[in-house]
């Protein structure tokens, strides 16, 4: 079974202009969480998508959004980049027993490491 | 709010030594799920184990354990004969739910020297 896959593995951008990055879940996950990492701050949890619904988000600003697709895809997009926004960005797909909300553990892709210069 | 706290940023031992690795929460929920994750340089974070609020009972697999003491807001992780495979950071996190929203800790690098 295929992991969780995040394209692209690295990414540099200017300060001021904008970035989408793609997540794509386990098969059958439904849940896709979305994570910000970097030295200062450690690990940061941004948003988190369930059957398109954001369900839950972080405390980061309005620059930082995302949305799920109907085949549970995810990207998460950062308008109007700053230098702090350089960072691994980890994404991690759930499977939600049905019915009880329950779920087994998160399973984390490899990251896209951002790099805003 | 929640908080998780790993005093120990760094630790270094010799292979074939045990060690621990601390882990303190905090949280006004009566529910909530602990987790531990192994992060080795490639980035990729796995997921070793995920415990509940209200199972206490300690865990073991392999050369891996888990100390759960709700009475002292602890989730410890132990590691027996240590191996240089074991070398990454390993973060403690909680959530109120059993996916999504996890408050980390700051992780602990550890290094096992041959």
């Known amino acids: 079974k295929a992991g969780v896959t995040q394209t692209p593995r690295y990414l540099i951008k200017t300060r001021g202009q904008q970035v989408t990055l793609s997540c794509s879940p386990i098969?059958?996950?439904?849940?896709v969480s979305w994570y910000q990492q970097t030295p200062g701050q450690g690990l940061q949890f941004l948003f988190e998508?369930?059957?398109?619904?954001?369900?839950n988000k972080g405390n980061f600003p309005g620059r930082f959004s995302g949305r799920q697709f109907s085949n549970s895809r995810s990207e998460m997009n950062v308008s109007t980049l700053e230098l702090g926004d350089s960072a691994l960005y980890l994404c991690a797909s759930s499977l939600l027993k049905a019915g009880t909300g329950a779920s087994y553990e998160q399973y984390f892709g490899p990251g896209t490491r951002l790099t805003v210069t | 709010a929640q908080k998780v706290t790993q005093a120990q940023t760094e630790i270094s031992v010799v292979e074939k030594e045990d060690v621990t690795l601390d882990c303190v929460y905090e949280t006004r929920d009566t529910t909530y799920y602990l987790f531990w994750y192994k992060q080795p340089p490639s980035g990729e974070l796995v997921f070793l184990i995920r415990r509940n609020s209200f199972d206490e009972q300690n865990e073991i697999s392999g050369r891996y354990s888990w100390n759960f003491q709700k009475s002292t807001s602890s989730f410890n992780f132990t590691i027996t004969a240590s191996q240089v495979v074991d070398s990454a950071v390993y973060f403690c996190a909680l959530s109120l739910k059993p996916e999504g929203k996890s408050t980390f800790g700051d992780g602990t690098t550890l290094t096992v020297k041959p």
């Open positions: 098969s059958g996950h439904r849940s």
């Open positions: 998508y369930f059957s398109e619904t954001q369900r």
